[in-house]
């Protein structure tokens, strides 16, 4: 079965961190571009970060640049977002998704997505 599982999402204080992971299974995530986005409620999803095979590219929405990483690690099939200095706006439902080919894209282009795990940032 092919599937992505996010884990790591929870209740967070503000300014505090918490590091998201998206692990693959029944597929590899070698030479494809991987991005992480959320949805936070009533709003529509929004794209975070996104990064290419080996780290070559990395993109980052103007909201959390400065503040998130993306990172992967292709021996674990695992790819890694690093949230710093959380703010209560960050609250939302967090998603990876992988896309077929080795190239960032609007949500609409990734083929593999995962359940999404939950961020709460509040004291």
């Known amino acids: 079965q092919l599937q992505l599982v996010e884990s790591g999402g929870g209740l967070v204080q503000p300014g505090g961190s918490q590091r998201l992971s998206c692990a693959a299974s029944g597929f590899s995530l070698d030479y494809r571009a991987i991005g992480w986005f959320r949805q936070a409620p009533g709003k529509e999803r929004e794209g975070l970060a996104c990064?290419?095979?080996?780290?070559?590219?990395?993109t980052y929405v103007d909201s959390v640049k400065g503040r998130f990483t993306i990172s992967r690690d292709n021996a674990k099939n695992t790819v890694y977002l690093q949230m710093n200095s959380l703010k209560p706006e960050d609250t939302a439902v967090y998603y990876c998704?992988?896309?077929?080919?080795?190239?960032?894209?609007?949500?609409?282009?990734?083929?593999?997505w995962g359940q999404g795990t939950q961020v709460t940032v509040s004291s």
């Open positions: 998704a992988a896309r077929a080919i080795n190239l960032c894209g609007p949500s609409t282009a990734y083929l593999y």
């Open positions: 990064i290419t095979e080996g780290g070559a590219s990395t």
